[in-house]
């Protein structure tokens, strides 16, 4: 799906759909007040019949009568316009989407910014909308048969409509830019949905390599090979049981001055967790598919940077590896070094995305960055302290983590901060090595987090867990089922409230 400014009066338009907002109580603006008139009072039937508030998602179809140049109008609440945001304008839109999703239309028309008040700026609105409209409208599909792929369609065109011929190439330049953005959403939705059989180590590293080249992104993969030689010893030990291959992806974006530190994204990249020896059990295994949503999102706000010229200086890392039991998996209590050379107890196979995080976060030591950002599916624990609703972040460096947090507010990926105390230490002491791998039940967040901590000593970290974030059961207005994409747009506004 594509969305093309146009400037036209909305009741103008010729469209198979109109969609236009209605804020609550509202519905007497001077444009709705034409509409009312036009279709001889059908919304205001419809308030009185409490068919529609204006409330925000509801929606409303409206058959307009003959001589109407649109042959159906959507109207979608937008809440009170007091407290209109420029999530509830990404969520409207985006309501508006997935309802229209396969009624077989032949275009769409999206007025939304028209009636809205003053607390958004106008490039706001456009982003917002825009984001909305793609996000809700996208769908992972490369495995449907032709028909029955053909049910869920959407028109290839949105024309976003703006009113005064003025905005209008403000407006394309808006939603040239939020069309970037969602296409390395888009990209990690992908990749996070992309089942095991295909999705190995070295497939998602190809991902990188091609993505890399189409964006102009310089792209280094380490193979087995290399990273036996460099000593990966904790990565190794995880990927060992897998008949496939691990490897490291190394992506670097040079926005900046030359010789400015980077910022460095790392981001787990287990291809399928299946829990090693420590078996998971069988029921929801498949959602192990999208354990490297972490690794994705990274390889996602590598493009975003790319394709919108981000004006700093970037590497993202993402460590790939399949987690699977067999004769040569590693076994409860096996001790690896790791890169660092601080040894790790592995006391349970399943907690092994600090493994490989940890080899990630000392090899992007070497490279000197700024700070230092990680996203992983890591735990379960995160999604019973915090649900779907948020991603939790920790790290050593409060300043840092508010304005991750900041980030989250203005895009609508929310985070919420766990503490780390030193206290969380003792839980992840080993008799035998210098660390071991788990901490125990309580504050399974925190303490995979401190063994993290070990391996940043002296840079400036956070850590985001999006265990509960980056799968979802149940769409959401903007997010269909599946991989969320979470993260991306997150870092995204992250960088670019640096520069
Ligand atoms: N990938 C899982 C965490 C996870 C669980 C992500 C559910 C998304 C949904 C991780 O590797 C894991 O298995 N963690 C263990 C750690 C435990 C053994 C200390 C967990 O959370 O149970
Ligand atoms: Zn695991
Ligand atoms: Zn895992």
Known sequence: MEIKVRHAKPLTVKT??????????????????????????????????????????ELLVLRPAAGMPAKRILLIGLGSRSALTAERLRQASGTAIQYLKGKRLNGIACALTFEIGSSLDFKGQIQAVTEGLLLAGYRFDRYLSETIRAEGVLPNVVNLVVANPKDRSEAEKHVKQATLLCQAVKLTRDLVNEPGNSKSPAWLASQAETMAAESGLKCTIFDQARLLEEKFGALLGVAQGSEREPCLIVLEHHGGSEGDPPVALVGKGVVFDTGGISLKPSEKMDQMKMDMAGGAAVIGTMMAAALLNLPINLIGVVPAVENMPSGTAIRPGDILTSLSGQTVEVLNTDAEGRLILADALTYVKGHNPRLIVDLATLTGACIIALGHQATAVLGNDQKLIRDLITAGEVCGERLWQLPLWEDYDEQIKSEVADVKNIGGRPAGTITAAAFLKKFVSGLRWAHLDIAGTAWLEDRRPYIPKGGTGVGVRLLVTFLKSLT
């Open 16 to 57: 198979d759909c109109l969609i236009l907002g209605a804020y609550e109580k509202g519905l007497q603006g001077p444009l709705l007040k034409q509409l009312n008139q036009q279709l001889s009072g059908q919304i205001n039937d419809a308030v009185r019949a409490k068919e529609f508030s204006g409330k925000l998602n």
